[in-house]
């Protein structure tokens, strides 16, 4: 498996404003992904973070308002932009290791935009 | 693309019974299926998973069911204890590829 760390753990936002999401893993994996998940409901999937180009980015989901980083095989960014308050919802990343494997969760960010 | 179903939603057992929760999928290509479990404020844990050249796991009170033909399976707990309350996500995948996950099913075990 993998050691995977997220900051913040929580934040509470203005409308209008940005948070930037960090997801570091302690080894390199070969996927990294982002995910919603609204209070009492399944997981989202956002985007895959792709290390070294542009991520792939589910239907309802674009990159101006969901704009994603992977510099390198360990750390990703998430950024939610001009935030709502249909926002707030918890935010996960995880990683898969290496090819074949399963996925495995960060810890989460719970955002609550006001 | 993917489709995943779950059933039940909620499903409510007294301690030490069974509890089945079950999943469909659409697209016959997929070959991985794993059990996530989430208690309340914490991240989606594995507990299992099947490949598609397998037609049951277990581990210890856990086990897990493949149906290739009706594209269908099922997580089964058995002896259930409070500490098995949780949500409980079925995910299908190719291998490599991203997972689609059901809808969830809240398992709450009355002591």
């Known amino acids: 498996s993998a050691v995977i760390s997220q900051k913040p753990s929580r934040d509470i936002c203005q409308r209008g404003t940005s948070l930037t999401i960090q997801c570091q893993v302690d080894s390199q994996v070969t996927m990294m992904f982002w995910y919603r998940q609204q209070p009492g409901q399944s997981l989202t999937l956002i985007a895959t973070a792709n290390q070294g180009s542009e991520a792939t980015y589910e239907s309802g989901f674009v990159i101006d308002k969901f704009p994603i980083s992977r510099p390198n095989l360990t750390f990703s960014t998430l950024t939610v932009s001009n935030l709502s308050p249909e926002d707030s919802s918890i935010y996960l990343c995880?990683?898969?290791?290496?090819?074949?494997?399963?996925?495995?969760f960060g810890p989460g960010t719970r955002l609550l935009v006001l | 693309g993917e489709n995943v179903e779950q059933h039940p939603s909620t499903l409510s057992v007294q301690e030490g019974d069974s509890a089945v929760i079950k999943c469909t999928y659409s697209d016959s290509a997929s070959n991985y299926f794993p059990w996530y479990k989430q208690e309340l404020g914490k991240r989606p844990q594995l507990i299992i998973d099947?490949?598609?050249?397998?037609g049951e796991k277990k581990d210890q009170r856990i086990a897990v069911t493949l149906n290739k033909t009706a594209k269908h399976f099922s997580l089964h707990i058995t002896e259930t204890q409070p500490e098995d309350s949780a949500v409980y996500f079925c995910a299908a995948s190719m291998v490599g590829n991203q997972f689609y996950f059901g809808t969830g099913t809240s398992l709450t075990v009355i002591p």
């Open positions: 099947i490949r598609s050249n397998v």
């Open positions: 995880s990683v898969v290791p290496r090819e074949g494997e399963t996925q495995y």
